[in-house]
């Protein structure tokens, strides 16, 4: 395999490492293939959870794990810029940054127009909880400054 070092991304010391020998899937993750020897078996698994597996020291991947790209470049290879984390945490990490910027929008929207939950979920395409939560994230911010 052939890997490129692209420049640190804003807050890392390190570069990405990317693979560009091999091709990745359409949703841009890398996943590769093992042959278990032992048992005769194929495996199929993504790259980088390889990698940070074998970083970790860790035998086999917990149930229950997921990858993070703290760096947000899914194809990312570096260990340093890997987190292994609870399914939960992760899709709450993701959703965060991918509705951060509707998120800004929809603030102001808010601010401007005062609207309600459902107007919210309407306007930007989120769900009648995640606007509401919102709201709350953004009055409980209010208070406190
Ligand atoms: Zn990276």
């Given at each position: 395999?052939?890997?490129?070092?692209?420049v640190?991304?804003?807050?890392f010391d390190?570069?990405?490492y990317?693979?560009?020998?091999?091709?990745?899937n359409?949703?841009g993750y890398l996943?590769?293939?093992?042959k278990?020897?032992?048992?005769?078996?194929k495996?199929?698994?993504?790259f980088?959870?390889?990698?940070?597996?074998?970083?970790l020291?860790?035998?086999?991947?917990?149930?229950g794990?997921?990858?993070?790209h703290?760096?947000q470049?899914?194809a990312?290879?570096?260990?340093?810029?890997l987190?292994a984390l609870e399914?939960?945490d992760?899709?709450r990490?993701?959703?965060t940054?991918?509705?951060?910027?509707r998120n800004e929008?929809a603030?102001?929207h808010?601010?401007i127009h005062?609207?309600?939950g459902?107007?919210?979920?309407?306007?930007?395409?989120?769900s009648?909880?995640?606007?509401c939560?919102?709201?709350?994230e953004?009055?409980a911010?209010?208070q406190?400054e």
């Amino acid at each position: 395999m052939r890997f490129v070092s692209v420049v640190p991304p804003k807050g890392f010391d390190t570069p990405c490492y990317v693979c560009v020998s091999h091709t990745y899937n359409e949703d841009g993750y890398l996943y590769k293939s093992w042959k278990v020897e032992a048992e005769g078996r194929k495996i199929k698994e993504p790259f980088y959870r390889f990698i940070l597996q074998a970083h970790l020291g860790w035998s086999e991947w917990p149930k229950g794990l997921e990858v993070n790209h703290k760096c947000q470049n899914r194809a990312c290879c570096n260990p340093a810029h890997l987190q292994a984390l609870e399914r939960s945490d992760h899709k709450r990490v993701t959703n965060t940054l991918r509705y951060e910027p509707r998120n800004e929008a929809a603030r102001l929207h808010w601010m401007i127009h005062g609207c309600t939950g459902t107007e919210l979920a309407k306007l930007f395409g989120v769900s009648f909880s995640a606007a509401c939560r919102w709201i709350r994230e953004w009055k409980a911010e209010d208070q406190m400054e």
